[in-house]
């Protein structure tokens, strides 16, 4: 029997994540190459995008992890493990970890890509007053700011609503002032 019908049967045609029944295949666990019934998962194309690229990660899809990660099978649980340690800042992935249990063996192995360590190199964006910001967080200017290109002034206690973060500068930040997207430097921002 193949791999892909084993996994079908084992998952009842649903992606063993997040239970949507379309869009399925057969996905390894990094870092094997082989693919086996151990290491391997079905999972739509939505998870495995997601996985498979942490820019794209969408928190809220993940909340499906609540009755996932209690699957009977290992490569379920270690993927569970990974996406939740990766959301972690999120609030509620680091509640679902603390409860969750992994034998040793399977919990090294859902370590073997350093996706539960901290990355020294991760940027943190702070506001003026040390407050760290996060994708989709509200900001209030605290001092007029001209904005480069244009003859608008942002001014002091204007809103600006789901920021996006600069993943190579800690100091930037971008958000809508007014019509036009720019990039706002954290030190003349205050979190709401």
């Not at 049967?9 to 870092?31: F, Q, W």
Request: proline letters at 3%.
């Amino acid at each position: 029997m193949s791999l892909e019908r084993e996994l079908n049967k084992r998952a009842d045609s649903k992606c063993e994540l997040c239970g949507n029944d379309e869009h399925l295949k057969v996905y390894t666990l990094a870092p094997i190459k082989d693919e086996s019934l151990n290491k391997s998962i079905l999972a739509c194309k939505i998870c495995v995008s997601q996985i498979e690229d942490p820019e794209t990660t969408d928190p809220n899809h993940w909340r499906c992890l609540n009755d996932s990660m209690w699957s009977e099978h290992q490569a379920v649980q270690v993927t569970a493990w990974r996406m939740l340690s990766r959301l972690r800042e999120e609030g509620w992935p680091k509640d679902l970890l603390d409860m969750m249990y992994l034998e040793d063996e399977v919990l090294e192995f859902a370590k073997s890509t350093g996706e539960g360590e901290a990355d020294p190199e991760k940027l943190i964006h702070r506001d003026v007053n040390g407050v760290v910001l996060q994708v989709g967080d509200s900001v209030v200017l605290i001092k007029d700011l001209k904005v480069k290109g244009s003859s608008l002034v942002a001014k002091q206690g204007t809103a600006v609503r789901n920021i996006r973060l600069d993943h190579e500068n800690e100091k930037y930040i971008e958000g809508k002032v007014g019509p036009t997207l720019t990039v706002i430097i954290t030190d003349y921002v205050k979190k709401i």
